[in-house]
């Protein structure tokens, strides 16, 4: 099995950051994509940012310029760093990975969700 473990969401008021965090761990043989997706409250999940093994990211355009994500493929380990927060960030932020298993299976993970609260 490959577990994700998020960390980092909180509260902050508008025009602060927030720095996630998420580390996969378990059965890995590799990992490929690694990404943020987020769920604010009636909406559908999004994604944020995505990064592959190879460090090419992709961005949605309402965090351009403001999110950045990157890894740490030693330690299987993704980060998105926010800037400049705005109360519309305010969502459940979930850590999703592609990646092989010790046995060579294929699989998508994600990890539990960190919420975070950006006040006006």
């Known amino acids: 099995q490959v577990q994700l473990v998020e960390s980092g969401g909180g509260l902050v008021q508008a025009g602060g950051s927030l720095r996630l965090s998420c580390a996969a761990s378990g059965s890995i043989f590799s990992i490929n994509a690694m990404g943020w997706y987020r769920r604010a409250p009636g909406k559908q999940r999004e994604l944020v940012a995505s990064i592959t093994s190879g460090g090419n990211t992709n961005y949605a355009d309402s965090v351009k310029g403001r999110f950045t994500i990157a890894r740490d493929n030693a330690k299987n380990t993704v980060y998105l760093q926010m800037n400049s927060l705005k109360p519309e960030d305010t969502a459940v932020y979930y850590c999703?990975?592609?990646?092989?298993?010790?046995?060579?299976?294929?699989?998508?993970?994600w990890g539990q969700g960190t919420q975070v609260t950006v006040s006006s």
């Open positions: 999703a990975a592609n990646g092989v298993r010790s046995d060579y299976v294929n699989g998508d993970y």
